[in-house]
């Protein structure tokens, strides 16, 4: 089973490896993924493990937990949390001023030197309470051996401290001592915790993707029981209530459309940007505006079953999930504290020996303890991640993990499945040919139009479409045979309309060669068709083909011109399929490919060593879309699609597709980016506040601008990621 848990408590990218390191050791949990940014850790367990059994583990190590309801999508940020933490910079930073005043003055006069050293205790105190967190976390992690960044400040704070305090000893004893280091102490715990103020600030921008998309939904909705109007909380809607839609209103829930029309904006679910005509027997969804008309309908959906809902979870899921890059930091940074640890008391003995002087050996072992960052390893990724997929759900691409958003960037092969894929699945009359001197073509389409309104066929569906409200002729007996055509009487003349073989009784063998050719005529460039006859008569043909949207044209140009190799699938002819190909510039084609043979291509392409993506409707594609590294489902969002693919295009545009594929090479930009600074930053920060450089450049750093540079670390990881918003 699947459960999901709040994490209190977690400092770094050290306390994310420790989490998920514990937790994963307890039998029967099969994976565990800890996100530091929304603080929470979702794990596949066996249904006999208790919930109170993962808090008494997390707990055991310093850490908090409490188990969320996966079913009720939570916004990813604590504003109280904040609001504390900016009351406590404030205080510890009204007392590090004066402070820093009095640590001066210590510095450059011996009068007073006691008694402003003994101020300096008392406001290192209140600032080291006030920022007590540090030293409960880091000491108690330190304790059960899983250091963490707090338990780098921890140390490096209370060393200076009691440095301090044994130097006012020593001076009341009559040692003159001068460096106290209360104000390295205070300045230490100060600046980390100011840094991570700011870093927490920032995190909440990752998220408000998905609080925006929660904000969607109203809170209210009016409904009609017993034919009185009720205004109630969505909260209480059940299935089947009728709910009153009226311009201006935001549809609150799924539904089918009972009475009324509408005219609903859904741009913030679909990314349509024409507003969608909704009349009796249409769906509506959730969080879609209403921009005219008054309709009611029946809800089908209701709480977690909303496509709004749907959206919203796929998003946390992909938030809170770990890409494969991601695993570089969680290596690095499980070994990250304690090497830091050995590498300060190595500093400090090392100095002592050299320099026969603890105060220079002490500061050099202080800053390293303050400089190294773990955090700005940890939050690299996570942070672009949730950031790229809250981007991406906004404008319609539901990503449904981080690995699949990392993968995007390795593919190089665009399988696209051409009906419902390329086309719109919406049949078009493309052409109307009157095969006798006194008919017209619009004679012809009066015909058809007449008989076929009768008819269910999709193709019949077409042709009364394209007729609209025009005169339909007078008709009787009309009869349908399945799969084959129709025929009816206008007046006393028999009318056929169907296939070659429907219509073949009714003619002399001429006419009926001509009807084959022609048939076989349109089926090459990949176009249905319906022959009409009467007895003795062939009267015409209409070809009927499934439209193209000129954007995915454009989307196919731009996906050859990233370098990306691009196929279609399809189960028309050899010939057809090649004509409808060059029309819409592809150069791959798999011609008469059954469904079930779909995910045979892909598996083909893969062993010649390709990385693939299939693109199909997520209905009769599922098995290929499986099959490929990554499947993406084009379409409304259906269920259907959802289960099936690794990312859903909400909109019937391949437009979307290349936004995907772009987004994914930025993030991955993004991402080694910041681990590479964060890298850097170590790489150079942690020799240089050992003191390497400093027999050579004399260049060293004092606690104070070793914490403020560990504080800029993370906080420029954080704008790096937050780069992906523009």
Known sequence: MKREFEISGMACASCQHNVQKTVSKIRG???????????????????????????????????????????????????????????????????????????????????????????????????????????????????????????????????????????????????????????????????????????????????????????????????????????????????????????????????????????????????????????????????????????????????????????????????????????????????????????????????????????????????????????????????????????????????????????????????????GTITSGTLKITDIRPLQGNLSQANLLQFYASIERYSEHPLAKAITEAYGNHVYLDIHDFQETPGQGTQAYIGNRPIYLGNPKFIAPYLHQVDRQRAIALTEEYAKVGKATILCATTDKLLGIIALADTIRTDNIQAIQQLKQMGLNVVMLTGDNQIAANAFAKKVGIDHVAANVLPAEKYQVITKIQNMGHHVVMVGDGINDSPALKAADIGIAIGSGTDIAIEAADVVLMKNSLSDLVNAIKLSHRTLRNIKLGLFWAFIYNIIGVPLAAGIFYPLLHLALNPMIAATAMSLSSVCVVLNALTLNL
């Open 29 to 419: 949990v099969r994976k565990v993924d800890v996100n530091l940014i929304s603080a929470k850790m979702t794990l596949e367990c066996d249904d006999n493990i208790s919930a109170q059994t993962i808090i008494d583990t997390v707990t055991s190590i310093g850490y908090g937990a409490k188990e969320i309801d996966i079913t009720t999508p939570i916004p990813a940020q604590q504003s109280t949390m904040i609001k504390k933490k900016l009351i406590k910079q404030i205080i510890s930073l009204v007392l590090w001023l004066p402070l820093m005043i009095f640590a001066m003055s210590t510095m450059h006069t011996e009068k007073h030197a006691l008694l402003f050293g003994i101020i300096q205790l008392i406001i290192t105190t209140a600032i080291l309470i006030l920022n007590y967190q540090f030293f409960t976390h880091g000491f108690k992690a330190l304790y059960k051996l899983m250091p963490n960044m707090d338990t780098l400040v921890a140390l490096g704070a209370s060393a200076a401290y009691v440095y301090g305090i044994i130097t006012i000893v020593l001076n009341l004893m009559g040692y003159h001592q001068h460096a106290l280091y209360f104000e390295s102490a205070a300045t230490i715990v100060t600046l980390v915790a100011l840094g991570k103020y700011f870093e927490s600030r920032a995190k909440i921008h990752t998220s408000n993707a998905i609080k925006k998309l929660i904000q969607l939904a109203p809170k209210t909705c009016t409904v009609i029981k017993n034919g009185i109007e009720q205004t109630i909380a969505i909260s209480e809607l059940a299935l089947n209530d009728i709910i009153l839609i009226k311009p201006g209103d935001v549809v609150p829930v799924d539904g089918v459309v009972i009475s009324g029309t509408g005219l609903l904006n859904q741009a913030a679910i679909t990314g349509e940007s024409l507003p969608v005509t909704k009349n009796i027997g249409d769906t509506v969804i959730s969080a879609t505006h209403n921009e005219n008309g008054t309709f009611t309908f029946q809800a089908t959906k209701i709480g977690k079953d909303t496509t709004l809902s749907q959206i919203v979870n796929l998003v946390e899921q992909a938030s809170n999930s770990k890409a494969p890059i991601a695993r570089v930091a969680d290596k690095v940074s499980g070994i990250f504290v304690p090497i830091v640890m050995g590498i300060a008391l190595i500093t400090l003995i090392t100095w002592w020996i050299i320099t026969r002087d603890f105060a220079t050996a002490f500061n050099f072992g202080i800053s390293v303890l303050v400089i190294s960052c773990p955090c700005a390893l940890g939050l690299a990724t996570p942070l672009a991640v949730m950031i790229a997929t809250g981007k991406a759900a906004t404008a319609g691409i539901l990503i449904k993990d981080a690995t699949h958003l990392e993968n995007l960037n390795k593919v190089d092969t665009v399988i696209l499945d051409k009906t």
